[in-house]
């Protein structure tokens, strides 16, 4: 019986421990973004780092809730111990925002795909087919390994309206033209 108690108190210091180091953390990084010094206050911060952040201006108003939490958690005590113990949820949901906040996902990997390149030589239709089989409506063209051009659908629009009307008179084999 008396080792559940301990057990328990053991689980609340962790969960305090773990909120008030994530939280300690955001704070030093919304401090060094915004290069604020150590006497503005953390709704301060906040306010500074959401105008130029939108990390922080997406979680503001979690973020200043959690303030009031830590508040609670530092200066509110009884006895010594804190009158407050943060749920699990509370802790996932600062050391979420830490994360999101402090190590945002970079554009590569997170958007990083195989690109598809063709050569002024390629028939047209190879760029055609692609566009509407993976509903691209933009495609490099690359020579001997630099980009040189791109291919859009409006290029592709407007080079058929000129073809229809001026070249072929509406017969257009596009198996053999090329994207020179």
Known sequence: MHG???NRCEECEEKIRRFLDSFCRIEKYLRESTQSNRSEKFYELIEK?????RAVRVREDDLKELANLRNVLVHERREGKPIAIPSEAAVSLIE???GYITKPPEVIPTF????LVCNPEDP???ALEAMYKYKYSQIPIVHNGKFTKLLTTNTITNWLGSCITDEHNGDIDSRSMCLC
């Open 4 to 6: 559940k108690p301990s």
């Open 49 to 53: 780092a959401s105008r130029s952040n």
């Open 96 to 98: 979420e925002i830490e």
């Open 124 to 126: 047209i239709a190879i």
């Open 112 to 115: 990083q795909r195989d690109v």
